[in-house]
């Protein structure tokens, strides 16, 4: 008899930030492997269109109003969905924004609300989903976090806060939640192009991306895609039950740079130099 029962077939998953970006190519993802998705973020419209298109391609997909930074509103989100979907299995915790100023020229109600979505946010979702998946003995709840825990940069202070609260949260989450049959598991991407930070001004954007060459944190000038996070988050709540991938940091590669081509030989017998006087004679 194996130790845990496989995963149901079905799936519901609720993934927040689901208008654009990480959240709408993992609901794209996870619709795709027969898994039916509720998506939810401020721009409702937004998410409704990806929905649409999910139900179009035969996928299952439910699209409701979304700010995390408003408990009532988890609290309708997670409502509706389950009433929509069923109980959620998975809870993909991806919302929030960005934006560029120093630390010292941040106002503090400024620098307090990005740590309400990114990190108070992500425990909405937690305290409203997960005791119910601890009751069920089962569940995988993914925090979106960001190398910037690792690496922090200048002009993401408030955010590098948030992210290494969304961490340490994880940490002490996966400790309590330890033989319960729910897995809580850190997915930190690297530079990614989505839509957060696309609204800073050219000028700005040129300082910060100067001010991370300076710091050694732009090595090269590729980013991932969405869906390239998309697909280890849905990698991560595929691996079977017994296994918990609790943190996976995911990195843009480089392009591949080709060796350069070794010169042509010019020494002694070789097509590009005469063969010294008697080379190749049989000797007596």
Request: proline fraction near 7%; include cysteine.
């Amino acid at each position: 008899m194996p130790r845990f029962e496989p995963h149901p077939h079905r799936r519901p998953a609720l993934i927040a930030g689901a208008s654009s970006g990480i959240g709408a190519a993992t609901a794209a993802l996870l619709a795709a492997a027969g898994h039916p998705v509720a998506l939810g973020a401020r721009r409702a419209d937004r998410c409704e269109e990806i929905a649409g298109t999910i139900r179009k391609d035969g996928g299952e997909a439910f699209a409701y109003p979304l700010d995390v930074s408003d408990s009532g509103s988890v609290a309708r989100f997670v409502s509706a969905a389950a009433a929509a979907l069923g109980d959620p299995e998975i809870v993909v915790s991806g919302a929030g924004d960005l934006g560029a100023e120093r630390v010292h020229d941040l106002d503090s109600e400024d620098f307090a609300a990005q740590l309400q979505v990114h990190l108070v946010g992500a425990h909405r979702l937690v305290s409203h989903v997960v005791p119910g998946m601890v009751a069920r003995a089962r569940g995988d709840i993914v925090l979106v976090s960001s190398d910037v825990v690792r690496a922090p940069r200048t002009r993401m202070g408030a955010y590098v806060a948030a992210k290494n609260g969304v961490e340490g949260m994880a940490r002490a989450l996966q400790m309590e939640l330890e033989g319960t049959g729910v897995r809580a598991s850190v997915v930190r991407p690297g530079p990614t192009m989505t839509g957060m930070g696309m609204g800073w001004d050219a000028e700005t954007t040129g300082e910060v991306l100067e001010e991370w060459v300076r710091w050694g944190l732009a090595r090269h000038p590729y980013f991932l895609r969405p869906e390239d996070v998309a697909a280890v988050i849905a990698a991560v709540v595929a691996t079977p039950r017994g296994t918990h991938l609790t943190l996976v940091e995911v990195q843009p590669e480089a392009a591949v740079v080709k060796p350069a081509a070794a010169p042509a030989p010019t020494g002694p017998g070789t097509a590009d130099a005469p063969a010294p006087a008697g080379a190749g004679e049989e000797r007596a």
